[in-house]
């Protein structure tokens, strides 16, 4: 699992490049169509990375800087990590318990009902 895809680190990077710019700038310093931009700048929203601000009658994006991305990086690594713990867990859990839906399930058989 990937804490950002190729087009979102594209993007953020590009802008710490070019530091606050409009889509439209953005769009002709990666090469990436406005309508596919707008749907990765609203993933880097989402995610706290990058930040609209209306501007006149413009949006332009800033994103986080590199220190708070850092910071960003290393929480959603470890929340990977402690999912990745509670899965390994109830994996183990589940495989430890020797019942399972098959041995509850009693077959009667008979024309009277019970």
């Known amino acids: 699992m990937e804490i950002l895809s190729e087009r979102e680190k594209q993007v953020f990077f590009a802008l710490?490049?070019?530091?606050?710019?409009?889509a439209q700038n953005i769009a002709k310093e990666t090469l990436i169509n406005r309508t596919a931009?707008?749907?990765?700048?609203g993933l880097l929203q989402k995610k706290g990375?990058?930040?609209?601000?209306?501007k006149d009658f413009t949006t332009i994006f800033?994103?986080?800087?590199l220190a708070e991305f850092e910071i960003w990086s290393k929480k959603r690594v470890a929340s990977i990590?402690?999912?990745l713990e509670e899965m390994t867990d109830a994996?183990?859990?589940a495989k430890e318990q020797k019942s399972n839906?098959?041995?509850?399930?009693?077959?009667?058989?008979?024309v009277e009902p019970i």
Do not use: C, N
């Open 16 to 22: 710490h490049k070019i530091d606050t710019a409009t």
């Open 37 to 41: 931009l707008y749907h990765t700048l």
């Open 49 to 54: 990375l990058v930040t609209p601000l209306k």
């Open 62 to 65: 800033q994103p986080i800087p």
């Open 81 to 83: 990590q402690k999912e």
């Open 91 to 93: 994996i183990s859990k």
């Open 101 to 110: 839906l098959f041995s509850q399930i009693r077959y009667y058989e008979g």
